[in-house]
């Protein structure tokens, strides 16, 4: 089992969740970022601090969030790993509702 960044992540990129994350698995890319499930220790540290609670576990996805799955595996083999945090999308907030964004997924 690992985590998975999903949907409600993108143009958001708050990184509160890689700041936690023991194991350093965290990449980020221009608009979101994603979980190298390799490197994830499942331990479920970052779920609680997104701020548009876009991570879970890949074995309790929402509905309509599968394909994340394979999007977070890809996208962290090719995006550079999170050093550190870094500030959000520049407008976050207005990105943060739960609405339909995969179309706007920059990689």
Known sequence: MSFVVTEACI????TECASVCPAGAFHAGPNMVVIDPDACMACGAC???CPTRAIFPD???PPGQEAFIFLNR???A???AL???RGP???AQRWASPQIKRHL???
């Not at 143009?11 to 708050?14: D, V």
């Open 105 to 107: 997924l920059d990689i």
């Open 78 to 80: 090719r995006w550079p």
């Open 83 to 85: 050093a550190g945090p």
């Open 11 to 14: 143009n958001c990129a708050y």
């Open 89 to 91: 999308m520049p407008d």
């Open 47 to 49: 779920a609680p601090v």
């Open 74 to 76: 890809a996208l962290a």
């Open 59 to 61: 074995a309790r996805l």
